[in-house]
């Protein structure tokens, strides 16, 4: 560079190039091959894009585990609200009683019916029903083994006697094969639709009572129901 | 600058001066404003930084309470020393790059009046109480279409150099000077009209007040800086940017990542978490950027470069602006990680990578550009040389000590604030030390700055300083700029 006149000091200080000799010079340089290495390629634009590839691949495997699954009300990224949705910690009362709701169109609509009201003289009601609204430890039994037998049952304005021709299943066994927390969300809905007004029923408390009955064989009667407290 | 008619076959120093004596006008007017400013901005600044270590100081006084003054330093660096000084030295150089003769400086000068004006306006309106509670657009509403005016008719003859100029080609300091004058209108309309004219609801304002935070740092500050000191390396070492032709990948990758890393600001803030993570990880995709300036600008340092910093201080102030560049663009993609984000967010050490781009990057790049340009302009050396390097010497102790003061107390600050065993007082208790040395470097710039205006004003103002000796207006040949040599390839 034996072009560079020697410094002015700092007063003025002296250029090194004239503007278009810069433009001019890297006009040409824009267009001109990167300087290849003595294995015959070049070395700068192949790191270059070996650390595109590293970070575009580094960014989208962030993005998937932070996204929150695009929820808008999702602020930890960490969250995903799909899977947090089946866990019993990210339960809501409005959650548990979407999903008992959900159970009951499945598996006792058939039977009880839309409105809770049952059949006459085929099967009991559960809207002001006193079991359905009653002790905790029954209705789980009746649920968890079914019942068979004559039952009476009182609702708010009748007393109703029904005969053993229907049985009601268990839903621990096929086809149900129900969760106790999935049996626990039926039951809080239950409690709580067709104006019953009963407090909800938690999965603990059935998994108490499974391992409770765990002996018993086959459907409960009124008898071994009434024999609980 | 009639002294300097062609005096040699050579055309571009004629051509050089004809330019430098059209532009000579509005460029001066807005250094001035400009220099006001940022005097102004120190002293608020230093202000600020005193009462955040003894809040007793200048109690009384309700127009310099912390709430005021420390908005109103922000904003005057920000607007009033920031936008003139990047449109004096961008007009300048788009004049110098396009070969432009501009017709008609008044106008600029009208428009630059204005635009000081309304900045006057808006920080009176913060120390008198009116301020928004926008991070970086505090002024009062009122003021922003004023602005906004102003300014594009000052950016209009920025814009307007480019197409009048009889320059062929386009130099990757055009590209950055081009890109950052539509880049600030845009963010400034964009964010006016979502926050103050017509507000977005909810969140969604955080976001825009953290992209319009993040695009003024890293949309108007990084890019004129940048694209200073793309045209200081070569024009004074006299070497070509190494890797050119990588250049343009940088300039593309930073435009399109820039505009989306805003969001990491906003980590485990209250936003969606998908807004959070791409910002994230457009803060991440930023390394490549960095890697190809950094390849430009310190590969032109190699093979003796680094012996000519020792000569030249204009080359010193442009080497720290590249090295600000790279760290402060660093610490945003170290603060978008997770980890990193749940200890620094909300504590100095966000802040000091902000003053490390409008400061290190931005400011350090203008004063390279201004020891260079105005002596040209004005057709006189400098007055004082010891000033300059004062300045210098000043700027960088001040620099380095509030960066590395403000980022040590916000790691403290920050992990401090996680355990909540420790009380906060005590939180704000430790952090003490580190503020007294932000103090401290704040005194620094300001007597930096001082020592920068002294000599500006002596330079325009007193043609005949050092009347005795090399006071004549500078002979044409002593500016006569030798032709740049391509670099020979192997191949």
């Known amino acids: 560079m034996s072009s560079i006149p020697s410094s002015l000091g700092p007063r003025l200080e002296s250029a090194a190039a004239s503007d278009d000799s810069i433009q001019r010079v890297h006009a040409g340089l824009l267009g001109q091959k990167p300087e290849p290495e003595p294995g015959g390629y070049a070395l700068a634009p192949l790191a270059l894009l070996g650390l595109m590839s ?66 006459p003289s085929l099967f009991p009601p559960l809207a002001g029903s006193d079991w359905a609204n009653g002790s905790e430890d029954r209705v789980i039994r009746i649920l968890l083994h079914g019942l068979k037998d004559p039952i009476k049952v009182k609702t708010v304005d009748s007393t109703l006697d029904f005969a053993s021709s229907n049985k009601m299943p268990s839903l621990l066994a096929p086809p149900y094969g129900y969760s106790d927390a999935k049996i626990s969300f039926v039951l809080t809905y239950v409690r709580q639709a067709f104006g019953n007004n009963a407090p909800p029923i938690t999965a603990e408390k059935v998994t108490a009572v499974r391992e409770e009955i765990a002996a018993h064989k086959g459907e409960f009667t009124q008898a071994d129901l009434l024999a609980v407290p | 600058m009639s002294a300097s008619k062609p005096s040699s076959p050579v055309l571009p120093v004629a051509e050089a001066a004809d330019i430098d004596a059209a532009v000579r006008l509005p460029v001066l007017v807005l250094l001035a404003f400009a220099i006001l400013w940022l005097l102004t901005a120190s002293a608020l600044g230093l202000v600020a930084a005193i009462k955040l270590t003894r809040p007793d100081f200048l109690a009384s006084c309700e127009w310099l309470t912390f709430g005021r003054v420390y908005p109103a330093a922000l904003n005057a660096l920000a607007y009033g020393w920031g936008v003139s000084a990047g449109l004096a030295v961008a007009l300048w150089l788009m004049a110098r790059l396009s070969r432009a003769v501009l017709p008609g400086g008044g106008l600029l000068v009208v428009a630059a009046v204005c635009w000081n004006v309304g900045v006057k306006l808006g920080i009176l309106g913060i120390l008198a109480g009116w301020s928004n509670s926008v991070p970086w657009l505090e002024m009062p509403r009122q003021v922003m279409p004023f602005l906004l005016v102003a300014y594009v008719c000052m950016a209009a003859w920025v814009v307007g150099a480019l197409r009048a100029g009889s320059s062929p ?111 994230a990880i457009a803060s991440f995709m930023l390394l490549l950027p960095v890697a190809v300036i950094a390849v430009n600008l310190f590969g032109s340092f190699l093979g003796g470069g680094l012996a000519a910093l020792g000569r030249g201080v204009v080359l010193r102030f442009a080497a720290v602006a590249a090295l600000f560049f790279v760290l402060s663009t660093l610490l945003y993609v170290a603060m978008a990680l997770p980890g990193v984000a749940a200890i620094t967010r909300l504590t100095w050490f966000a802040a000091a990578s902000d003053y490390a781009v409008i400061y290190g990057v931005f400011s350090f790049a203008v004063f390279g550009a201004v020891y260079y340009l105005a002596p040209r302009l004005v057709g006189r050396e400098w007055p004082f040389a010891s000033l300059i390097r004062a300045h210098f010497w000043l700027a960088l102790a001040g620099l380095v000590l509030a960066g590395v003061s403000l980022s040590l107390g916000g790691l403290q600050q920050g992990r401090e604030l996680t355990n909540a065993k420790i009380p906060f007082a005590d939180v704000t208790q430790h952090t003490l030390p580190y503020l007294q040395a932000a103090t401290l470097a704040g005194a620094l710039l300001l007597l930096g700055h001082l020592a920068f205006a002294v000599n500006f004003v002596k330079l325009v103002l007193c043609p005949r300083h050092r009347a005795a000796s090399a006071a004549a207006p500078v002979p044409a040949s002593l500016l006569a700029a030798p032709e740049l040599e391509l670099e020979v390839h192997a191949s």
């Open chain 2, 169 to 279: 080609r386009l130099y990757v300091s055009q590209w950055w000077v081009l890109a950052a004058l539509f880049w600030l209108p845009w963010l400034l309309t964009a964010a006016g009209a979502m926050l103050f004219f017509a507000p977005v609801r909810g969140t969604v304002q955080s976001v825009v007040a953290a992209w319009y935070a993040h695009g003024l740092l890293a949309l108007w500050f990084a890019p004129l800086g940048l694209g200073l000191v793309y045209y200081l390396l070569p024009k004074l070492l006299g070497k070509p940017i190494r890797a050119y032709y990588l250049a343009p990948f940088g300039f593309w990758f930073y435009a399109l990542f820039s505009a989306w890393a805003g969001a990491a600001r906003l980590a485990d803030g209250p936003v969606p978490a998908w807004t959070q993570a791409a910002g």
């Open chain 1, 54 to 119: 590293a970070l575009i691949l580094g960014c989208c495997i962030f993005f998937v585990r932070n996204r929150g699954g695009f929820d808008p009300l999702v602020y930890n990224g960490r969250i995903d609200p799909k899977s947090a949705a089946n866990t019993s910690a990210a339960l809501t009362p409005e959650k548990i009683i979407a999903n008992g709701k959900a159970i009951y169109g499945l598996s006792c609509i058939q039977c009880h019916g839309p409105e809770g009201k049952g059949q």
